[in-house]
């Protein structure tokens, strides 16, 4: 129960810049209290910003006695006047710099106990585990914070370039009956007395939407049962989906490119923490094309892996950017049996399929391609990789019934968000991760 007698509405840390000279009521948490002689000086920090609170006995002995208590993380309400800060103490680095707010009253609304380690500084300098094993604490660090502003930003960039070009968002199921890509990296659950899964992907379920909407996307949940620690892998990972209805491979190119310069224009504009993306013309290459390239420039032979490495996909992206000034690099043309059965075999040559991913300063960042939408090849393509045709009755349905030429892609936010802030472990960009050694706290 607050008791700052006040008939003031509370106002945002980031709106007192506009109330200089009246007298305002803030709440928020202690970031950092520090004492100077007879002053007290509070950074106070809300969800739109950071403030710095004066607090001297000569204008309040009161709230200057609250305040000899307060440590970081506190919750507290403070009614105080906002002031122009003096000339030379003005934070160029804050929105809020230029003033701060000379504490009359303050009421503690909640009381923190000491922190595990200094929350102060402008980098939060811990090991990954600890950053992890006391997550609902460190996400309140403004740096971590600003990688989940930057996801948020992503958001918002996607569903824009998707409602741009037509598609109708669908919400699919995280449980389900059957493998999407085949393989054993399922975790399984028990559903009645029924066996099911945690989606792969939403892949399935996206394509049964094309004869309805034509065009549609989702953001989903998917979940990865890979018995690896890596930097670069997670067992739940957030996927931003579009499928097409009546489109070609080309358009598809075409398409994923326009969606990935809006997501990243839209962040880059946002967030001026976020280092400056290289636009030049995106280049196109054929998974040989990128190997023969890796082989002529690097002098690593892999020309005949149905992937490129971890190190080929940086070596790639580096050519990339000193031929195209691009930090976007499409690769296509992957062996048609290293894809799921949905992928459609090129014509031209079906020992490759007409799939894709796109690179971003040294990652995979999506993947996708034309579908194979013929019923009967559908059918053949399920059972040559030795799987039960009867697990997707639901899915050939779609293809039984009139689908036409089709196709997608599927970015990975978390992977997206790490190469955006040069991050060195996707973990750090997911709210709290999932892998094989923890669930919120280590296994």
């Known amino acids: 129960m607050s008791n700052v007698k006040s008939p003031l509405k ?7 810049v506009d109330c200089i000279n009246k007298v305002v009521l803030i709440k928020g948490w202690v970031r950092i209290r520090r004492d100077h002689g007879k002053l007290i000086f509070l950074d106070v920090r809300d969800r739109s910003g950071v403030i710095q609170i004066v607090v001297n006995p000569k204008v309040s002995q009161k709230a200057y006695n609250v305040a000899q208590d307060l440590k970081p993380e506190f919750v507290v309400e403070i009614l105080g006047k906002v002031n122009k800060r003096p000339e030379g103490t003005i934070n160029k680095d804050l929105p809020t710099g230029k003033v701060e707010l000379e504490a009359q009253e303050i009421d503690i609304l909640s009381k923190a106990q000491k922190l595990p380690f200094d929350m102060g500084g402008e980098e939060l300098h811990l090991e990954l585990p600890t950053l992890l094993d006391h997550r609902s604490l ?15 930003e992503l958001l918002k960039g996607f569903r824009k370039a998707a409602e741009e070009l037509g598609c109708t968002e669908i919400v699919v199921p995280t449980i389900v009956a059957s493998a999407t890509e085949g393989g054993a990296e399922l975790f399984e659950v028990k559903y009645y007395d029924h066996k099911a899964y945690l989606s792969q992907s939403p892949q399935l379920y996206k394509q049964m939407m094309v004869p309805i909407f034509e065009r549609v996307w989702t953001i ?12 670069r892998h997670l067992s ?5 989906d579009c499928e097409f209805g009546f489109v070609t491979f080309e358009e598809l190119l075409d ?21 400056k993306i290289g ?15 890796i082989y002529s420039e690097f002098g690593r032979d892999n020309r005949k892996e149905k992937d490129l490495t971890p190190q080929d996909e940086v070596d790639i992206c580096r050519f990339a950017k000193e031929k195209h000034k691009s930090d976007l690099v499409t690769i296509t043309h992957f062996p048609t049996k290293a894809k799921p059965f949905y992928i459609m075999p090129d014509s031209k040559n079906p020992e490759y399929s007409l799939s894709f991913d ?3 300063k040294g990652i995979e960042i ?35 019934y009139g689908m036409p030429e089709e196709g997608g892609f599927s970015f990975g936010l978390e992977r997206i968000t790490m190469k955006l802030l040069g991050l060195s472990n996707i973990r750090e960009a997911s709210l709290f991760p999932r892998d094989m050694e923890r669930v919120d706290e280590r296994l």
């Open 366 to 400: 999506l993947s996708g391609g034309q579908r194979v939408n013929d019923y009967d090849q559908l059918i053949k393509a399920i059972k040559d990789r030795g799987m039960r045709v009867e697990d997707f009755k639901m899915y050939l349905m779609a293809f039984k």
């Open 138 to 152: 460190t996400l309140r660090h403004p740096k971590v914070k600003e990688i989940f502003q930057v996801q948020e």
């Open 10 to 16: 509370r106002t945002l840390i980031s709106e007192t």
């Open 279 to 293: 636009f030049g013309k995106i280049p196109r290459l054929t998974l040989r094309e990128a190997q023969e390239t």
């Open 220 to 231: 989903a949940h998917a979940y990865r049962a890979e018995p690896s620690v890596t930097t």
């Open 236 to 240: 739940e990972t957030t996927q931003l």
């Open 255 to 275: 398409i994923l490119e326009k969606v990935a310069a809006e997501m990243l224009n839209h962040v880059e504009n946002a967030c001026s923490y976020v280092e």
């Open 358 to 360: 796109l690179l971003f």
